[in-house]
């Protein structure tokens, strides 16, 4: 199976500050790398997603940073709001659709006023 | 539109019952599939479908069987529920392979406990 590394598990930022959730991946066919977004009680929605062909997507206050020799890929959320709060999933996936997706462990993320 | 509907929103179980969880969307989409999601192990695809009359397995199927008569709806049935599958489980769908977009539509998912 595989796998994408999510770190950290839990993280506590202060209203305003900058949120980081950084994946690490191991398949390099991988090509498709998305972010959803879960709030309690509800199913994860799409945040933001990025293919390697570029090594950084913005949404709003939403940054996707994608190193491709590192295999790694994090999601920043700028000027953090209480409303961000939610659980954050890294994903991977290659050309060969959402059968084949694989979720990373979860952040849950609290932004304190 | 709806969207992804997922019914019952919770249940409890006995050890050694049966039941199906329904799933059904309203989007023609093609794929569609069913995810447990347990602390600390994120979200883990337990079969899924491509078409109507083509299902095939994901990481966590055993205990688990679903069919796909129509496009629109994948039901997950528990054969023998055991406490291991006391979860939160997500039917997912999505337009497959349409090489733009592979958004998936989540629903809001049904709590289950095995007791």
């Known amino acids: 199976q595989q796998q994408v590394k999510q770190s950290p598990q839990s993280l506590i930022v202060q209203k305003g500050g900058i949120s980081i959730i950084n994946c690490a991946y191991e398949n390099t066919a991988f090509d498709y790398f998305p972010w959803y977004q879960q709030f309690p009680g509800k199913g994860p929605a799409l945040l933001i997603a990025?293919?390697?062909?570029?090594s950084e997507k913005k949404e709003g206050r939403f940054t996707i940073s994608f190193n491709k020799s590192a295999k790694q890929f994090s999601l920043h959320i700028m000027d953090s709001q209480p409303g961000d709060s939610a659980t954050y999933f890294c994903a991977a996936s290659g050309d060969f659709g959402n059968e084949k997706l694989t979720f990373g462990t979860g952040t849950r993320l609290t932004i304190i006023p | 539109n709806a969207g992804v509907t997922q019914t019952p929103k919770f249940q409890v179980l006995k050890t050694g019952q049966s039941m199906t969880l329904q799933c059904a969307q309203d989007m023609n989409h093609e794929y569609m599939s069913w995810y447990r999601q347990d602390p600390g192990m994120g979200l883990r695809l337990i079969h899924y479908s491509v078409g109507a009359g083509i299902t095939d397995q994901g990481e966590v199927p055993n205990g688990y069987n679903v069919s796909r008569s129509t496009t629109e709806d994948f039901p997950l049935r528990l054969l023998s529920a055991a406490p291991s599958q006391t979860s939160v489980y997500f039917c997912a769908s999505s337009h497959h392979r349409d090489g733009v977009s592979r958004k998936l539509f989540f629903g809001s998912g049904t709590q289950l406990s095995v007791l």
């Open positions: 990025i293919r390697p062909d570029v």
